[in-house]
């Protein structure tokens, strides 16, 4: 009746075949961020790095955010269709419900946020998170923080500090930021430009639980102008942009903010 | 200041980079389906970052319409695939717009897969590595020389939804990275320059505020002869804002015209039009809930919200605001479709069975008779022998026979 390109290959295409289940695993939680003790309360999101990759279905119900008695708080991550993984399955993006983090919502209104400020809490990952092998964690893992009052500043690379590297060397050049920035923004959306106007090849470094940004060229740094370049999109943990609140005013002045930071090495 | 030299290495949150490709390798994934037209089905790719528009051959027009009565439809699917009925998580749906034919979007284990699916029940995997395919990159910044003290993968984009409006491929999404409500603008076929923006909204508080919020759901309508944008969004606000505003680079606000109500999240915009005996069409806008029932809200109703100001004041507990919304008794419909001038064909799944159902709903109705028993279902029910008694009867009986049951009719 409809003429359409039958699927031979569907045997081949389902080869994987049924889940493999295993009784222990060997997959464990590399690493969480922010990586702050003191979290503010309008956090909008954890990344969690998964030393394998893992399954891509149904992670939530293996994560879990505790108060200080270890009760499990209801409602607090943004359950999506699909969940929000890196392309290599190892890095799950969990995001607070926005409509609790902004102000004024039907969400807010009724919940408020989950985080309060000076309260203690738990990020809590179970073993029953499967990796792409249907194995569960190696171990549980538990991350404790604080949280804080709300972060409504935007990070403000004119309050930023710059370290000089030399010229001639490979010295990292150092900025001290304003804040904790979220880490993938600090790999992403700062860049070192060169005097012929292209980035600069070389290596990111982080410190001081992402409030502080090395970079290391891969070639000895020249007597001449550099820059670093700011994507405006680089967002805080609360997803505050240079001149933009994540949650702002519609009456809110125009912030200008400094896109670039010019530096030159120090001579030698 | 900054030079546009300086800033054009920055990729802003998502390069779209097209790819062209006689036969792709099959996708990562299957998420998000939109037919472009009857030979053209576009697929979502969000863990493979990518768009692959897949060339079919054009089948027979439909040329009766029909309801679909597949219930326990996972179960035939599972047996077809081999696999564990739990092992299959469906993605989407999509009505075919000649044949009627249903495509719907899955993941059976780890593989992604799409099958058609027809009346009759027969299923058809699509061999999507097989079929002609032009794809789309939703990729983050090239490799520019920098490396990271640990391996950090860029952020890509997971695609919420896709709509096609006259060879313009809107996608909406969430960043596997930062948090981001861009929505993309892609010529097809594809290879064209794609535009980005960022789409704000306000929301209902005393001093209006306006979020950066993912886009769950959206439909791109005629509203007067105004391309619009209708998104509903995480914690419902549904939204309309005009598609000329969304230049490559620009930041908009979009009109606030319902909160729909909170926890809840929308699953599906859609657009139809419904007719009554004389053939004259009725438009209407259905938003399908993951929580709470469908709103059905009449065409016009969103034309006159979206051009009127949109919700300046707080909601308060529970409530929902702005334009008014007809509740249907759709609740655990998964995802819907525009199938014909008579149905809607919904995913749904059944609470008695847990199965999931491929089953249609006839519109103006939007329920399924045979999801109820009621006093009609008696044996020694009769109906009256007035105007409305027959009139009831008519209507049962026609329920009876497109959803299967020819035997019961009275």
Redesign the interface.
């Known amino acids: 009746?409809?003429?359409?390109?039958?699927?031979?290959?569907?045997?081949a295409?389902?080869a994987?075949?049924?889940?493999r289940a295993c009784e222990v695993g060997e997959t464990t939680v590399a690493?969480v961020y922010p990586t702050a003790a003191a979290l503010p309360e309008n956090m909008?999101?954890f990344y969690i790095?998964f030393s394998a990759p893992m399954?891509?279905?149904?992670i939530l119900p293996a994560i879990d955010l505790l108060d200080a008695e270890g009760r499990v708080l209801e409602?607090v991550f943004?359950?999506?269709?699909?969940d929000?993984?890196?392309?290599?399955?190892?890095?799950l993006?969990l995001?607070f419900?926005?409509?609790?983090v902004?102000?004024?919502?039907?969400?807010n209104?009724?919940l408020g946020r989950a985080l309060v400020a000076g309260e203690t809490y738990q990020l809590s990952i179970t073993v029953a998170a499967e990796d792409?092998e249907g194995c569960p964690l190696a171990s549980a893992h538990r991350v404790t923080f604080e949280a804080t009052e709300a972060d409504v500043l935007s990070p403000s690379p004119e309050h930023w500090t710059l370290f000089a590297p030399s010229v001639g060397t490979r010295q990292p050049l150092t900025l001290y930021l304003d804040g904790p920035v979220?880490?993938?923004?600090l790999?992403?959306?700062l860049?070192v430009?060169g005097p012929d106007?292209?980035?600069?090849?070389?290596?990111?470094?982080?410190d001081e639980a992402e409030t502080q940004w090395h970079f290391t060229p891969?070639a000895e740094w020249s007597a001449a102008t550099y820059?670093v370049?700011?994507?405006p999109?680089l967002?805080d943990l609360a997803?505050n942009r240079p001149g933009v609140l994540?949650?702002?005013?519609?009456?809110a002045p125009v912030i200008d903010w400094l896109?670039?930071l010019t530096w030159s090495p120090a001579p030698s | 200041m900054t030079t546009p030299r300086l800033l054009a290495y920055l990729t802003g949150f998502t390069a779209i980079v097209s790819a062209q490709a006689a036969f792709a390798d099959a996708p990562m994934s299957a998420t998000v389906l939109e037919f472009a037209d009857p030979t053209t089905l576009f697929v979502a790719d969000s863990a493979g970052a990518a768009i692959h528009a897949y060339t079919l051959l054009e089948g027979e027009a439909a040329t009766e319409s029909a309801a679909y009565t597949l219930e326990g439809f996972s179960r035939a699917l599972a047996e077809t695939l081999a696999v564990a009925e739990a092992d299959i998580t469906f993605n989407d749906l999509a009505v075919h717009p000649t044949t009627q034919a249903a495509y719907v979007s899955l993941t059976a284990g780890t593989t992604p897969v799409v099958v058609m699916v027809t009346q009759d029940g027969t299923i058809t995997p699509l061999d999507l590595a097989s079929l002609p395919s032009t794809s789309t990159e939703l990729s983050t910044a090239a490799d520019d020389g920098v490396t990271f003290w640990r391996d950090i993968p860029a952020a890509t984009l997971t695609v919420t939804d896709l709509d096609y409006a006259d060879g313009t491929l809107f996608v909406s999404g969430l960043s596997t990275g930062e948090f981001a409500s861009t929505l993309h603008q892609i010529p097809f076929p594809f290879g064209g320059d794609a535009q980005t923006s960022s789409v704000e909204i306000y929301h209902a508080v005393h001093d209006q505020m306006e979020t950066r919020a993912p886009i769950r759901a959206m439909e791109i309508l005629d509203l007067d002869g105004v391309q619009t944008l209708v998104a509903a969004y995480t914690c419902t606000p549904l939204v309309t804002l005009p598609t000329s505003g969304l230049t490559d680079g620009a930041h908009i606000t979009g009109n606030t015209i319902a909160e729909l109500g909170y926890g809840n999240t929308p699953l599906e915009v859609l657009s139809f039009d419904v007719f009554d005996q004389e053939g004259n069409a009725s438009p209407f806008v259905l938003v399908i809930n993951r929580e709470l029932q469908a709103n059905l809200i009449p065409l016009e109703a969103v034309a006159a919200a979206a051009n009127a100001p949109g919700l300046s004041e707080p909601v308060g507990l529970g409530m929902a605001a702005g334009v008014e919304t007809i509740q249907t008794p759709m609740s655990g419909v998964f995802q819907a479709a525009d199938q014909d001038a008579q149905f809607l064909l919904t995913l749904k799944r059944n609470l008695d069975t847990g199965a999931m159902d491929l089953v249609s709903f006839r519109k103006g109705v939007y329920l399924r008779l045979s999801d109820f028993i009621s006093e009609y279902d008696f044996p020694d029910y009769v109906y009256a022998d007035n105007q409305m008694g027959q009139g009831t009867r008519g209507f049962h009986n026609l329920m009876k026979a497109e959803e299967g049951f020819p035997e019961l009719i009275e």
């Open positions: 009746m409809i003429r359409v390109l039958l699927a031979i290959g569907l045997a295409a389902v994987a075949g049924p889940l690493e909008l999101r790095y399954g891509l279905d149904d409602g943004l359950s999506n269709r699909y929000l993984w890196s392309a290599d399955r190892t890095r993006t995001l419900d926005p409509g609790r902004k102000t004024g919502l039907a969400a209104n009724e792409m979220d880490h993938l923004s790999a992403y959306r860049r430009i106007g292209a980035p600069v090849a070389g290596r990111i470094d982080l891969r820059h370049a700011i994507d999109q967002e997803g994540f949650d702002q005013p519609t009456d896109p670039t």
